[in-house]
């Protein structure tokens, strides 16, 4: 009998904390201007409370739903590096694989810094490779062919540009183009580019349903980025002619709330100890194995906490997502739109999930 009016007891106040916790949320929503917000907590075998709020657009009255599919801008570095993670499992690559190893006909014609350059270090951003953030970019020149045929143009053009060094007050530099090059290496001994690769981890094996670019929102309903034009929210179809061309590995995935947690979870049980699609071995170098920015993810040792995190926008959209290490819980937070007050609302309501559920 105590068990059950503890369980009964736990799960009520599971119950309370997500009635309030929703409340909070749309609240934010509302005071930020943040068309649709979804969230959820959790841990690697359960999800503690999930939501979704709001419009698909500022100009539709779609209701936000948990099927809704959004952008994940850079959080998609870390299932770029996922996938990358798989093939080194298999013997296809090293994380300490140098560049040019793959790819020695470049050499002669790249900067002389890049010449001992390795797949770890494109991904944990210690090469150097000039960042492609999309201000004060490089002018690049107008390559032509297939996604992978341009990426791989591009990366020949990145490595004729001078580096970047890194130093104590910067022990990495992030870099785009940089997931660009590591692409090309797994590119290169699978046979496959990325849109292949994408598809077969996650959506084959893992039956995750990623998809490429933004979310479709003109074939069906679905959520709309918004960009800020003028001191208001811009609704943006899926059909505008803005690309993150040669660096989509590095942030150009879509997909669902509910898909994403799946994926965040496999991390957690790798974190536990746990093999799953990756073995343990391989996640706690994922997460732990480099400081500071280890393989797609920030690496945080902070008041006696440890976190993995990592943030996402490509101008439309924006994603902010914390794992704690300690605790092994999560917490995922996706927006249909990006501008200073979309970050101060996620940063508020990422402080209060946190809050209530003890990270």
Known sequence: MKKITSLLFIILSIICFGQKTVHFADSIRKVYHIPEISYAV??????????ALGKHSVDLQDTATLNDRFHIGSNTKAMTAFIIAKYVEAGKLKW??????????????????????????LLSHQAGIQ???????????????????RRKQFGEFVLTLEPLKTDEQHPFLYSNAGYTLATLMV???????????????????????VQLSWPENQKQKDTWGHFTEDGKLQPVPSTFDYHLDYTEP???????????????QLNIQGLEGKNN?????TYTFIHKGIPNY????????????????????????YSLVHIDRLKNKAYIIFTNSFNPDTQQGVRLLMRKL?????S
Do not use: C, R
Not at 190 to 201: R, Y
Not at 277 to 281: E, H, P, R, S
Not at 354 to 358: A, D, S
């Open 250 to 264: 590095s942030g150009d995935l879509n997909i669902k709330l509910k898909d994403y947690i799946k994926f965040i």
């Open 294 to 317: 280890s393989i797609g993810w920030f690496n945080i040792y902070e008041n006696g906490k440890e976190l993995s995190t990592h943030s996402g926008t490509a101008g439309t959209y």
């Open 96 to 121: 300490t694989t140098k560049f040019f190893d793959l790819f020695p006909k470049w050499k002669s014609k790249s900067k002389p810094e890049y010449a001992n350059i390795t797949l770890q270090d």
């Open 354 to 358: 946190k809050e209530n559920y003890g």
């Open 131 to 149: 960042p492609f953030q999309g201000e004060d970019d490089p002018k690049i020149p107008d390559f032509k062919g297939t996604h992978q045929e």
């Open 277 to 281: 699609y990756l073995k343990a071995k």
């Open 187 to 209: 590119e290169k001994v699978t046979g496959k580019n990325w849109e292949e690769l994408v598809d077969q981890v996650f959506n084959k094996d893992l039956k995750l349903n």
């Open 42 to 51: 959790v841990n690697s075998k359960s999800t503690l409370e999930m939501a």
